[in-house]
C-alpha cells in the first residue's frame, strides 16, 4: 500500500521517472527505426583540416595576380608619394 500510487509511475522503463507525464502523450512509431549521429560523434573539422592546405594553395594561386597586383600598386603609389613629397621639401630649401 505504501507505493500503490507510484507503482504505475514505476512500470514504465524507457523513460526517466520524473519525464513520464511529459512523455505519456508521445505516439509509438511501430517499428520505425530513426537514427542520429551525436554531434560528438561527427567528424565535422577533421574532413575540413586534411582538404585545407590544397584549397588554401588553390585560392592562392587562383588569386595571387589580383591581390599581388593590388598591393604592388598600393605600395608604388605610396613609396612614389614618399619621393614626391621629399622632392618638393628638398626643392623648397633657403
Known amino acids: ?3 500503490s500510487r507510484s507503482r504505475p509511475v514505476m512500470a514504465r522503463y524507457d523513460v526517466s521517472s520524473h519525464m513520464v507525464k511529459w512523455w505519456k502523450g508521445h ?3 511501430d517499428g520505425q527505426i530513426t537514427r542520429s549521429l551525436s554531434p ?3 567528424q565535422v573539422v577533421v574532413p575540413w583540416l586534411k582538404s585545407w ?3 588554401a594553395y588553390d585560392k ?3 588569386s595571387f595576380i589580383y591581390w599581388g597586383g593590388a598591393a604592388a ?3 608604388g ?3 612614389l608619394a614618399d619621393e614626391a613629397d621629399a622632392a618638393q621639401d628638398r626643392s623648397h630649401r633657403y
Open 77 to 79: 603609389t605610396a613609396v
Open 40 to 42: 560528438y560523434e561527427q
Open 53 to 55: 592546405p590544397k584549397r
Open 73 to 75: 600598386l598600393t605600395i
Open 60 to 62: 592562392f594561386s587562383d
Open 27 to 29: 505516439k509509438a512509431t
Open 1 to 3: 500500500m505504501v507505493f
